[in-house]
């Protein structure tokens, strides 16, 4: 019989036989103190594939936007998010909590925030105010159903970071979707960036982790903020074995749940009392919901 497709989230993703394998067979160390051989060899993976200096592999998406958001600001500044991204709405409090800086949300259009509207948000040099210093944006966007970002909406979110001294992140948890839905190469979305975070374990089907890459000293500081919140861990070669595989042999199969997506918003946009939006699925996110008096 064949499998049936569980679509609640790309987190409910299994480690494939041949992870499971890689795990048992990874040579490990320990990697607090820098000598876990199968987390060094995923940590330059990464950063090679997005064309950055260098990687750090993190328990979370989560753990790895905060040590972002930690390693590029500092107090009594402001960061730029979108109104419904995942930074700003689903990761509990990081910014304020460990970072203490504010968020400052800017409205967009399926993801993409006018970078004239952003640039109008930059504060100015002013006593009263944060200063802004930094600005995340979400590729592929989930709240806005899974939506790719447009190369040139990040070239010009570049510019503007660019023009006013601001560091640019990529919150990429799902950017090699985005990447398939659009054919636009990882590394072309990277170079808009100065780091990036992707996870392993959504699509890609690793049980566990998240990479960040970026600049060689931003990475280094990022280790110790890591190890401050306590995501140093020991001999975790054994899941980034697991990181290796999704990285190397998964990507290219993210296009097969996109076309079953498409099927099931089909499906499900043909039931009466149900309402879904008209724009199509991108990727594999479906948002829907009904239209029944008591709801
Ligand atoms: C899943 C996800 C994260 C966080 O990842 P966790 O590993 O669950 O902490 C961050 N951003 C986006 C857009 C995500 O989809």
Redesign the pocket.
């Known amino acids: 019989m064949e499998q049936p497709s569980d679509f609640r989230s790309d987190?409910v993703t299994k480690p494939t036989p041949k992870m499971r394998q890689a795990m048992a067979e990874a040579e490990v160390g320990d990697d607090v103190i820098g000598f876990d051989p199968t987390v060094q060899k995923l940590e330059a993976l990464a950063a090679q594939t997005m064309g950055k200096e260098a990687g750090l592999f993190c328990p979370?998406?989560?753990m790895a936007?905060s040590i972002a958001v930690k390693a590029w600001t500092h107090e009594l500044q402001e960061v730029i998010v979108e109104a419904r991204s995942?930074?700003y709405n689903l990761?509990s409090t990081h910014m304020t909590f460990i970072s203490r800086v504010t968020p400052r949300p800017v409205p967009s259009v399926r993801g993409a925030m006018d970078p004239a509207e952003v640039e109008r948000a930059v504060r100015k040099p002013n006593v009263h105010t944060p200063e802004t210093s930094l600005i995340c944006v979400?590729n592929t966007h989930?709240n806005w159903g899974g939506a790719v970002l447009p190369l040139e909406n990040l070239k010009g979110l570049r510019a503007v970071a660019d023009r006013h001294g601001l560091r640019l992140h990529i919150?990429g948890?799902?950017i090699y979707n985005a990447s398939t839905a659009s054919g636009v190469p990882v590394i072309d979305y990277a170079r808009q960036a100065d780091s990036v975070m992707f996870?392993l374990?959504?699509g890609l089907s690793a049980p566990i982790g998240?990479m960040l890459v970026g600049p060689k000293d931003f990475i280094d500081y990022g280790r110790r903020i890591r190890k401050a919140l306590g995501g140093g861990m020991r001999q975790v070669g054994v899941i980034a074995a697991a990181g290796l595989i999704a990285l190397t042999e998964m990507t290219g199969r993210l296009g097969d749940d996109h076309r079953r997506a498409k099927t099931l918003a089909r499906g499900i946009a043909a039931f009466p009392g149900v309402k879904i939006d008209p724009v199509p699925v991108e990727t594999n996110i479906i948002i829907f919901g009904f239209e029944h008096p008591k709801f």
């Open positions: 987190t979370s998406g989560t936007n995942h930074i990761e979400e989930n919150d948890a799902r996870c374990s959504k998240s």
